[in-house]
């Protein structure tokens, strides 16, 4: 019995990242390749840098034939490798190297980095968008109001900041209200307009007309048309 034990100490121990087992799935890998890579390490870390489809089959629950065909796929989608290397005595051999699936796993933890302050950065100009709607209507907005805002972020696909823009737009118009701002995105939608400088100048040329309509002999005698800065604080 203690003999058994001290032979299964002496098998060692391997180190495995977590964030393996937690991103395996997003690598589109399954369980059975995640655990042939895994003994492959195991085999490296004992210093049989070669072993065989039949060694690794040997340990799992997959024929020769399917250990052989799935060693191809993995180096095919770049998760493993064989490098050459050369001994102490100059003798060349060939080993495999996991390498690759540690870049395949850095890049995945990059990614989830980037989309974690892409998500939080997002976040933050909602709230500051439902606390500037909050702050020119005078009062909190009803489910239905925020609803229409969700759905001009994500349905239609609304910068923020265009949004925003729309609702000073709407202020300089005396129309403060839901339709009216909807209305303003959906002519800034169709004429592509998706910067804020944009959106200043098909404003001004809004309130240019607007004023030429309602007064033309005085505009005729006072041409210039007095701009706002819809986005100043």
């Given at each position: 019995?203690k003999?058994?034990?001290?032979a299964?100490?002496?098998?060692?121990?391997?180190?495995?990242?977590?964030?393996l087992f937690?991103e395996?799935?997003?690598l589109?890998?399954?369980?059975?390749e995640?655990v042939?890579?895994l003994?492959i390490?195991?085999?490296?870390?004992?210093?049989n840098?070669f072993p065989?489809?039949e060694?690794?089959?040997?340990?799992?629950t997959?024929?020769?034939?399917?250990?052989?065909?799935m060693?191809?796929?993995?180096?095919?989608?770049?998760?493993?490798?064989?490098i050459e290397?050369?001994?102490?005595?100059g003798?060349?051999?060939?080993?495999?190297?996991?390498k690759?699936?540690?870049?395949?796993?850095?890049?995945?933890f990059?990614?989830?980095?980037?989309?974690?302050?892409?998500?939080?950065?997002?976040?933050?100009e909602?709230?500051?968008?439902?606390?500037?709607?909050?702050?020119?209507?005078?009062?909190?907005?009803?489910p239905?109001?925020?609803?229409?805002?969700?759905?001009?972020?994500?349905d239609?696909?609304?910068?923020?900041?265009?949004?925003?823009?729309?609702?000073?737009?709407?202020?300089?118009?005396g129309?403060l209200?839901f339709r009216?701002?909807?209305?303003?995105?959906?002519?800034?939608?169709?004429?592509?307009?998706?910067?804020?400088?944009?959106?200043?100048?098909?404003?001004?040329?809004?309130?240019?007309?607007?004023?030429?309509?309602?007064?033309?002999?005085e505009?005729?005698h006072?041409?210039?048309?007095?701009?706002?800065?819809?986005?100043e604080?």
């Amino acid at each position: 019995m203690k003999s058994n034990i001290l032979a299964w100490l002496e098998e060692g121990n391997i180190t495995v990242p977590s964030l393996l087992f937690s991103e395996y799935r997003k690598l589109n890998l399954n369980e059975t390749e995640l655990v042939l890579l895994l003994n492959i390490l195991t085999f490296l870390e004992r210093g049989n840098y070669f072993p065989t489809p039949e060694e690794l089959s040997a340990r799992m629950t997959i024929s020769t034939a399917d250990c052989h065909e799935m060693l191809r796929r993995l180096m095919q989608r770049g998760f493993l490798e064989i490098i050459e290397q050369y001994s102490n005595e100059g003798i060349r051999f060939e080993k495999y190297s996991i390498k690759p699936l540690w870049e395949r796993l850095v890049e995945q933890f990059l990614v989830n980095h980037q989309s974690g302050l892409q998500e939080a950065t997002r976040k933050t100009e909602e709230m500051d968008l439902y606390t500037c709607f909050e702050k020119e209507f005078g009062r909190p907005l009803s489910p239905f109001e925020c609803e229409s805002l969700a759905m001009w972020m994500d349905d239609d696909h609304h910068d923020p900041i265009i949004i925003k823009a729309a609702l000073r737009e709407a202020v300089m118009s005396g129309k403060l209200n839901f339709r009216y701002i909807d209305r303003i995105l959906f002519e800034w939608k169709k004429n592509g307009i998706k910067t804020i400088e944009q959106a200043k100048n098909q404003g001004r040329k809004f309130r240019q007309k607007q004023l030429q309509k309602s007064n033309p002999k005085e505009e005729a005698h006072n041409p210039s048309v007095p701009f706002y800065n819809w986005l100043e604080n």
